[in-house]
């Protein structure tokens, strides 16, 4: 990408104050933060100040308290960033089950500053052996909710293959695979109080009925009946004993033997297809990252089968040739932004799908001459209709699953890695004996052209259902690089709102030049084609919505601020980290 003209004005307006707040952003901001803690405090009782951490040496950012200090413990010990993103990836799994854990699957990009080189780690979950096209069709031929819940939903967990793996080629030699995973066991056993994100978590899946569906949910989340809520103690010894049969035996504890046993007997027993041929054959990938240069930063991003690295670059690519405001509250802006969207989301449903057996345009989607032949189509004073806007030719509601964490240590190796078991509590279906939440990562394929899944998205061809093919993932884990140096290391859960949410951020840095609190906190819009609406978070300015609808953009106000979560950590020029983790969801950072 070329630099910005403005760049450089930018740079010498704010010079050494880079990481100050400009005062055209800081009411938005101010708003925000009234609004969201009210007396000082939020729902997790905890000020704006708890969400940020400044620290010499090493740095993470997650989602959760017990898992940030897990992760910190083993840095502090002489781990590297990979042996404390092993141990944080086991932790977050017991700590957030509605969103992520051994059940499923996730990304996980490495960068190591010493070679200036990523490595890119696809440990996502693939369709079992015994899927077809057609699986989740009833006799009409419309689309069931089998690959949302249930037996049919799960695909081939690949999670602890992944960190296995990682652990291996990676991890230090210091801190030993048991020393790893044994604190998530203790976790799991001894339990933890519910925070106000999984008690809305449990509340959503049990009003959906879902847990007089699936029994072994029930038992775990609703213990003697009562539905635990927001303090309660949540245990899972099963999952403890899982945990230490992996810390014994590695990866095999969980592909080979009795856990595998389980989880194959659960799902076959509520009709799905997942065999231990499918656990056998699993296998990991390595790929290489999308990557863009914006201005004097690098951008490492998760390419294809995630569809986030590729239309985080074509969203900066149209931004680049498009936005010169750097009011981040002005109409103008917004506008092209929803428009910039749109663009990418359209793309999104025909061209991106798993490499191995799609081929996607990934340089065409990701080239500044097909970005600049779509922002002609972007007309300034009106918003386009979606039916109108068709992918161009290149050479509900948000809820609270998935995971991210990203790591920075002391010795120039960074870690940003998605996780997830997809939709809230998986596919809500937990192998008794083990513990473990099943993923329903079925659903992220498209189960027949044109129809949407879970997160309203709609696909067709290129990410169709076939045996040992992997589901389309919004999940980008982002780095950026300057001058070889790591600069930022982010990424978010949210499905669709991934994307925009990783992208809203990454341009609050690089071109709003919001100190990297601000940019996080700063509200967020969203828009991924169809439906035909730009979704927004409260704080905005009235005028600012008002002057969108008057362009012709359809408006929806969420009530809470709810689009994604972004866990994020910067390097400073001085070597010093400031991890941010997004107040949204209560997240934790911290350093050493
Ligand atoms: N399961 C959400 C995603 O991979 O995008």
Redesign the pocket.
Known sequence: MKSFPTLLILLFFGGCHLFQRTPTTAPVIDRVIQARFPGGRDEFNRTPESYEARAAHGMISSEGEPATEIALDVLKRGGNAVDAAVALSFAIGVYRPHSTGIGGGGFMIVYDERSAKAEVLDM?ERAPLRSSRDMYLDKSGDVTDKSRWGGLAVATPGLVAGLWEAFQKRGSGKITWKELVLPSAKLAREGFAVDPDMAEAIEWTADKGLLEKFPSAKKLLAPNGKLLKQGDLYQNPNLAKTLETIAEKGKDGFYKGWVAQDIVAAVKKDGGILEQKDLDRYELRYLDPVKADFGEFTVLSMPPP???GVHIVEMLNMAETLIRDIDLESVSNWHLKAEIMRRAFADRSKYLGDPSFFKVPVSGLTSEEYAQQLTKGIDRSKASKSVEVQPGQPAPYEKI??THFSIVDDNGLAVAS?Q????LFGAVLVAGASGVFL?D?M??FSAKPGAPNL?GLVGGEANAIAPLKT?????SPTVVTKEGKIYLVLGS?G??K?ITSVWNVLFNVLHHKLTLRDAIFAPRMHHQWLPDKLVTEPGWETATLQGLRDKGHEIEELKTPSLGSVTAVMVEPGGGKIGVADPRRGGAAAGY
């Open positions: 996502r995630s569809s986030g699953h998935t998605t997830t078991i997809n939709y993923n990562e659903d992220d997160f589901p389309l993932s919004s999940m859960p499905g669709s991934i």
